[in-house]
């Protein structure tokens, strides 16, 4: 069946102001299938698990968020410069809009999660995060600290060769270009964009998680979908439009 008829490769326009933008780099994409039912009690009101030959995904997300600004304001230092991994679900709502749902984010800057929780709705917790470069092998660490203290990740990869032609279920685990969440008890979708991933294949040498089970997701075994790395993408979020 493959992409959804719907489905968009590249970023519709985005409208009305900007309300931040970052950088994401040294991201690692790890995906376990699912069926939606197991996820479906997840979702924010109005949305529903996007599916792919019907299967939804989750997706446990290491990365870095650098360079970190608000309404074109400089970027903070110290502030706008953080490790984070999240647990992310893959959503569309009735309007066609294809995005995710972040089950959990974690980061190293108690700030920002209290800040993401009273602002955007969005489930931050407050983690102590490492990460480290060897060659091809990338690793990431971490122990939450609030709330739920003591979960751990830790994930190690090999990452290889560039993948010239993304497949199908590539780009629809990707291509998405916004965010669903609940913010003052309404669902909202807050739209991003940002230029094409440059996506490689890796392989998980090392997984020991507990944060995708923690948020509520029943996953078994290691990831049963090809693992991509990527080196990033400079990303801009607009504002958040009501379902």
Known sequence: ??????????????RGRVIFE????DLAFLHWRLPPDA?????PAGTRPDTFDGDTFVALVPFELRGANFFGSP????FGDFLETNVRLYSVDDHGRHGVVFASLETSRLAIALAARTTVGLPYTWSRQTSSVSG??????????????GLRSEISIEV???????????????????LHTERFGRTVWMPN??????????????LRD??????????????????????????????PVAL
């Open 22 to 25: 970052h950088d994401w780099r």
């Open 1 to 14: 069946m493959g992409l959804p008829p719907d489905f968009q490769v590249e970023p519709p326009p985005l």
């Open 136 to 149: 091809s092998r990338r690793t990431w660490t971490t122990r939450r600290r609030w709330p739920d203290r």
């Open 39 to 43: 996820v479906a009690p997840l979702m």
């Open 193 to 206: 964009v940002h230029e094409p991933w440059e996506l490689h294949r890796a392989r998980v040498t090392r």
């Open 210 to 239: 507990q944060l995708v089970r923690a948020a509520g997701v029943p996953i078994a075994g290691a990831p049963d979908v090809p693992t991509m790395f990527s080196s990033g993408v400079h990303t801009v979020f607009g504002e």
């Open 75 to 78: 970027a903070f230092p110290y």
């Open 160 to 178: 290889g060769p560039v993948i010239t032609e993304p497949d199908d279920l590539a780009l629809f685990l990707t291509a998405r270009w916004g």
